[in-house]
């Protein structure tokens, strides 16, 4: 592609028509949480744009948040990198090597310092002076900070770069941190997810494009139309939850029937993602789909709070017993999450949320 040269004349150099583009557009906007009629304004708002430069910097994960994206299905990834935005640095899926991949990033910072994206993926290990962790002889956080001066924005994709994730969980001994506690003064958007959600990527990615912001976000600056509601509210599994019926075991007559994983651990009422719409590999399927229960990935501390098959009920009681008194607790130890009224539900998902950031 060249370098001025916008999106619009690239696909129609590509021979994709208006038509396509459109219904492409009509998918984005679906994902974004658009109403239909934006996606004809995002079609030609996305025609005009000029791919932006983007700098991907890989730290402290397991590289399943790539993995993820180049499974990404609306766009493909070939669109995304070639046609949307301008990769211009991504230690995984770049050709140059050593001093000439060094070169593509600085060049990138000093070309359009200011207006370039800022991708981060992992978490920066602080501890020794963050030795743990080095790209070209260069700690983690020294990078971060040094290409974080002219992004015009941060995108920190997965739970490691959002929250810490997994490198942070105890006893922490890299001293691992997210994006925003290493840089204060640019705007972040999480994506939280171990790993994220493709689809999220290139739709906050396309947000950017169309709208030259980000998108509107959560209080852990997660784009609201994707991590406003919880697994639960959407899990196809609900009418069970709310009837009372729940698998009690993976291979008992509840997990045949296809009965609420509640009891199983599912940690769903807690987490905010969009797994049960958007779901995965194409809209396959996702982990509840699949027969096992959300493990919590996109909220923070997931992993100290643990306890996969461990249902919320239980923690949730005792929660209830110290917060709001022996009226509920005294009574509903034993209770089946299935005979609380919506508002207990509610309070004890609050109550989880606070034992999950409080506690750890
Ligand atoms: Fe973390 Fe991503 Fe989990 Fe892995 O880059 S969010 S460990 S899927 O790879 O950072």
């Not at 700690?139 to 770069?161: F, P, Y």
């Not at 939280?192 to 976000?217: K, M, N, Q, R």
């Not at 969009?274 to 959300?294: D, L, M, R, V, Y």
Request: charged share 20%; glycine share 10%.
């Amino acid at each position: 592609m060249k370098d001025h040269e916008t999106l619009g004349e690239r696909l129609a150099e590509q021979g994709i028509s208006r038509r396509a583009f459109l219904k492409f557009c009509t998918a984005l906007a679906s994902l974004m949480a658009l109403p239909p009629e934006r996606a004809a304004a995002m079609a030609n708002a996305l025609a005009r744009s000029q791919r932006p430069s983007v700098i991907w910097l890989s730290f402290q994960e397991c590289t399943g948040c790539t993995e993820s994206l180049t499974r990404s299905y609306t766009p493909t990834l070939e669109s995304l990198i070639f046609d949307m935005i301008s990769l211009d640095y991504h230690h995984t899926l770049q050709a140059a090597s050593g001093f000439a991949a060094e070169k593509s990033r600085e060049d990138a910072m000093k070309n359009f310092y200011g207006k370039y994206l800022l991708v981060v993926d992992g978490s920066i290990p602080i501890n020794g002076g963050g030795v743990y962790s080095t790209i070209a002889g260069r700690t983690n956080l020294d990078l971060l900070q040094e290409t974080a001066k002219g992004a015009a924005a941060i995108i920190a994709v997965g739970t490691c770069s959002s929250f810490g994730g997994i490198p942070n969980a105890r006893p922490n001994p890299t001293g691992a941190v997210a994006v925003s506690d290493i840089v204060r003064d640019k705007p972040i958007v999480n994506i939280s997810g171990c790993p994220p959600i493709p689809a999220v990527i290139t739709g906050v990615l396309a947000h950017y494009l169309t709208f030259g912001t980000l998108p509107d976000l959560d209080d852990l600056n997660r784009p609201r139309s994707y991590y406003g509601t919880t697994i639960h509210d959407r899990c196809y599994r609900r009418p069970f939850y709310d009837q009372g019926k729940f698998a009690k075991t993976f291979d008992d007559e509840g997990a045949r029937n296809g009965w609420c994983l509640f009891e199983l651990g599912c940690k769903g009422p807690t987490t905010h993602n969009a797994c049960a719409t958007t779901k995965w590999n194409g809209g396959t399927s996702f982990p509840i789909e699949s027969g096992h229960g959300c493990l919590g990935c996109s909220e923070p501390h997931f992993w100290d709070a643990g306890g996969f098959y461990t249902p919320l009920s239980a923690p949730v009681v005792n929660i209830e017993a110290a917060t709001l008194g022996a009226a509920i607790a005294g009574a509903g130890v034993a209770v089946a999450m299935s005979s609380l009224d919506r508002n207990k539900i509610r309070r004890a998902q609050q109550a989880h949320e606070k034992l999950t950031v409080k506690e750890l």
